[in-house]
């Protein structure tokens, strides 16, 4: 059987995947702070690890894989939101809005990212509800001397965990230059981070951790404690059976935005509170997303959320396929042109497989170049192959590894309407034909006929005018080369 290889950042090296237990593959990967819509960049992460759980399940078995990703539902970001509301005119107290805000905002999430096609994780804890597991954390890490407290705040001493930065591979030095330390009165260290900060009685909090004995006051926990609190109660203690060399799982996923300072940190503390266990023996972290070559922000009017895309009519599948035809840990351009491409391709098999049932065999192309670090553009590569040697059973059946062609997509694209730069070139190339027509330039009003059938493209003549619409068979790269080949 074809071993899954992943490439580890703590390492640095692509390895052979060797779960802890075969069983009980465990994996753990950071989600979203719920307080708006999850942007294009968001979705990422989801679709990647949506895949390597597939994946997974492919091998060890779908009752075999936990998979658990995360709900931050207390944040400053959230608190900021609230009051945002309440002074426009929300007239409940900030704690209600807050629930509200944070329900919404998962409601909002789920409904997206399964447009994307993408499984619900086995686990999806929200923070709150792990409070308990924090304090007791911290708790952990005093008794250790690994904490203080100032001004009501409880911060790590980054300085007495020795092996910090092994994970960006930057040394304690550097990062104190880092753009992303953040210097505070309160810190001992400008290097040192929080794990519990104070609340005031309007927002959510807590009665405090125990420190040097003193019950620190009202607050609510940071954000790096949430995750590795999460982790040890849901990923490691139910399989260490009380031995604290057990306390570890098989793979940590997340953005690569995310490996300084808030995997470090994750690193930092839990190895502090458990520093027999390993935490996770596998790192893996995506790259970020551009839009048309730049770096995507509001300010430059290209920030848009999965939700944008959905009403503009993208499917969710082609969203899908876009995030997934560049590898994860390269940087992903998204394009206008990608968007048009992979909806044509999909298009294409969706005609060529419409009545094919799924083949019972995975292609074992498809499968290997997948595991092999979870190269999703060579899968891509491998399913065009399928689809051009017309083993077409077996195409619908690879596909469903990756998340496509799946039957939840079909209803999307029956409803899809066709791409405003696609519309804008049909009508350029119709008023070509009507030129060329007048001119008794035959050639090129036949090229043009013939050309909008080949690419998927009914063109009826009427007293009125003409009348166009598209098959199942629209292909937008076809559509393209016939334009550049008549200019």
């Known amino acids: 059987m074809t071993k899954i290889k992943l490439y580890n950042t703590k390492t640095r090296t692509k390895e052979d995947f060797v779960p802890i237990d075969p069983a009980n593959v465990r994996m753990y990967v950071c989600g979203p702070t719920v307080y708006d819509r999850a942007h294009i960049g968001n979705a990422r992460p ?48 900030l704690k209600a809005i807050i629930r509200e805000l944070t329900d919404q905002t998962i409601a909002w999430y789920h409904e997206d990212m399964e447009a994307l096609g993408t499984l619900r994780p086995t686990d999806e804890p929200r923070a709150t509800e792990y409070i308990a597991e924090m304090i007791a954390m911290i708790e952990k890490l005093d008794q250790g001397g690994f904490v203080y407290e100032s001004e ?76 590795s609190a999460m982790i040890d109660k849901l990923l490691m203690q139910p399989y260490a059976e009380g031995d604290p060399k057990k306390m570890s799982f098989d793979i940590h996923g997340g953005g690569l935005d995310l490996q300084f300072p808030h995997h470090e940190n994750e ?52 969203i899908r396929f876009v995030l997934l035809s560049t590898h994860y840990r390269s940087p992903m351009d998204w394009t206008e042109k990608k968007v048009a491409e992979a909806d044509a391709t999909l298009r ?73 730069l696609d519309e804008a070139r049909i009508l350029r190339l119709l008023e070509l034909r009507k030129k060329s027509r007048s001119e008794k330039k035959f050639e090129v009003s036949d090229a043009i006929r013939n050309g909008f059938s080949s690419a998927g493209i009914d063109v009826k003549d009427t007293p009125e005018g003409w009348e166009w619409s598209t098959t199942p068979a629209f292909d937008s790269d076809v559509l393209r080369e016939l334009e550049e080949s008549l200019s």
């Open 267 to 318: 690193i930092a503390q839990s190895c502090c509170a458990n520093p027999d266990g390993g935490f996770a023996n596998v790192w893996m972290h995506n790259e970020m997303i551009q839009v048309e070559g730049k770096k995507m922000s509001k300010s430059l009017g290209n920030f848009f959320t999965v939700k944008d895309l959905l009403n503009q009519g993208i499917p969710g599948e082609v």
């Open 348 to 420: 294409k098999w969706r005609a060529l497989t419409k009545d094919v049932e799924a083949s019972d065999i995975m292609d074992p192309t498809v499968f290997s170049v997948l595991a092999d670090d979870l190269n999703t553009a060579g899968a891509i590569a491998a399913l065009h192959a399928l689809a051009s040697s017309g083993e077409l059973a077996t195409l619908k059946k690879s596909a469903e590894l990756l998340g496509l062609l799946l039957p939840e997509f079909d209803m999307a694209f029956q409803s899809k309407t066709i791409k405003q």
């Open 46 to 93: 989801v679709v990647v690890f949506d895949t390597l759980f597939r994946l997974l399940r492919h091998v060890y078995g779908h009752n075999a894989v936990r998979y658990v990703r995360n709900f931050t539902d207390v944040d400053d970001k959230i608190n900021a939101r609230a009051s945002e509301m309440k002074s426009k005119g929300d007239a409940r107290d």
């Open 152 to 227: 009501g705040n409880v911060l790590f001493r980054v300085r007495e965990y020795k092996k910090y930065g092994q994970l960006s591979g930057r040394s304690v030095d550097d990062m104190m230059s880092g753009a992303r330390v953040e210097p505070a009165s309160y810190k001992k260290d400008p290097l040192d981070f929080v794990l519990w900060k104070p609340s005031t009685e309007d927002l959510p909090g807590w009665k405090g951790p125990l420190i040097d004995r003193k019950r620190v006051g009202r607050g609510r926990p940071g954000w790096h404690i949430e995750c």
